[in-house]
């Protein structure tokens, strides 16, 4: 039960992990999100003021759309990671639970041999 509780334990660090790393890259992916919005505020702004290129300026704003939506995505990414982190954090929670009671347990055992 103890080498039980011990993988268990070291399972819920490696998910821990895990949604941190999924956080950092989450985040990331926002960063590179808000440079989407950006670039695509300038495409569009580019296609109504711009020196009437049509096709070319059409498809800079198309672009600029689509670079939105996924910045979209990236925010729904960061929200999902962050989630996978708090649910990491709670995993490391349980997995220290695990340890102690392995412990407490390998206590009881040597003071009842």
């Known amino acids: ?19 941190i ?6 985040i990331l992916k926002a960063i590179h999100a808000i440079y989407g919005i950006v670039k695509a ?5 580019n296609a109504i003021f711009g020196n009437f290129k ?6 800079n704003a198309m ?4 670079k939105a939506i996924n910045a979209i ?6 929200i999902y990671s962050l989630t996978n982190s708090i649910n990491g ?3 490391l929670k349980n997995s220290i639970n695990g340890i102690v009671i392995v412990i ?9 041999t």
């Open 41 to 45: 505020t300038n495409d569009i702004n």
């Open 89 to 91: 954090i709670y995993s």
């Open 73 to 78: 995505f990236g925010i729904i990414n960061v």
């Open 104 to 112: 407490f347990g390998l206590n009881i055992f040597s003071k009842n």
């Open 54 to 59: 049509a096709i070319n300026d059409i498809n």
């Open 63 to 66: 672009n600029g759309i689509f």
């Open 1 to 19: 039960m103890a080498i039980y509780g011990i993988f268990k334990a070291i399972n819920g660090i490696i998910n821990s992990i895990n949604g």
């Open 21 to 26: 790393l999924n956080s950092i890259y989450g």
